[in-house]
């Protein structure tokens, strides 16, 4: 009995060690996704890169082949959902700018919006949108991309951030056939940008060049026009373009609408089951999760080296989660296979 005791006293330190070693790294990897804002961040810079200003000037019919787009069908309630709303458009007008109006008026139509994200499929935060007033920007910017993809609309999804692409807030881009040009809609926020002249409606670049560029508190520059005045989030208009403006720095282009495809997606569905980390790990695995374009003008330098520090810190601490899983999982594995091995 003294020998088999003797020889759990020597077991215990080399089994502790191993599960220490195995752990730490674990421990600080778990750190650096942690919070919620920390991890967004790590996203980000796991699928960030600086564009070229080309990279954002480009028609429907100009289309990169590298933006992700759906090639699957539009599944058939969003199909629905697209036609009825296209009824409710000004005749002649349902190619643009007034359709992503009803669409925008329509995701506010719960009572109230009582916020929390929904972070689910489109047609799962469709629901908890309309029915019962869920929802943070990137589900409004899900679904609405969902609708208007659905309906015949060419869309992009951009996002402001305000610490080192981290978090921020997301808004989208119609383009307006009979203009001819690209339309700023934010559907969360309940507005849109307009020439403070001419009222010709804006696009995510034109008001990013009269903010920083322009000094955007001109108002004959810049004005805004509210989608559903009740659900407009700021106390006044200035206020509203203060907080545009220092998230313009920080502005991006997610490079994809593929909606449909990332749900239909067997890896995402996968990941889903176990958690929204997990999800978009194999999203991106995969090759689903668009890829983020920094826009390069006015952009913040400071704020993009953070990014990229953030998401090298995290590659580091996942290769050392892996070797140090490795080394002391192999450490652990001779200790226990030593003869009379028993640590209970």
Known sequence: MRGHAGMRGRLWPG?????????????????????????????????????EPADFDWLPNETPATFLLDRGPVPVEFARIAA??????EPGHAGGLDLALVISRHLMSAPHHVGGPVQASAAVAYKGITRHGHGYCADFTQVFTAIATAAGLSVRTWGISFEAFG?????NEVFDKARHKWVLVDSFH????????TQEPLSVLEVHKRLLALGGADTG???????????????SDAL??????????????????????????????LGARVSRHLERALAIASGVYPKLRIYPIGVSERDVQAL?????????????????????????????????????
């Open 240 to 269: 509203a373009l203060d907080y545009y403006r220092r998230g313009m720095p920080q502005l991006a282009l997610a490079w994809g609408s593929n909606v449909f495809d990332y749900d239909r997606s067997t890896a995402v569905r």
């Open 221 to 235: 520059l810049l004005a805004i026009r509210r989608i559903v005045p009740d659900r407009f989030p700021f106390r």
């Open 167 to 171: 978090a921020g807030h997301a808004f």
């Open 190 to 197: 309940s507005l849109y940008f307009v020439d403070g002249m």
């Open 308 to 344: 990229f520090r953030a998401r090298n810190r995290f590659l580091i601490a996942v290769a050392a989660s892996g070797l140090a899983l490795l080394t002391f999982g192999w450490q652990l594995a001779v200790v226990l296979r030593r003869p009379n091995a028993r640590v209970s």
């Open 15 to 51: 089994v502790c060690a191993a599960l220490l070693g195995m752990a730490i790294p674990l421990l600080w990897q778990y750190t650096l996704d942690t919070p919620g804002e920390e991890a967004v961040k790590v996203r980000n810079g796991l699928v960030a890169q600086i564009g």
């Open 84 to 89: 009825h709303l296209s009824e409710s458009a």
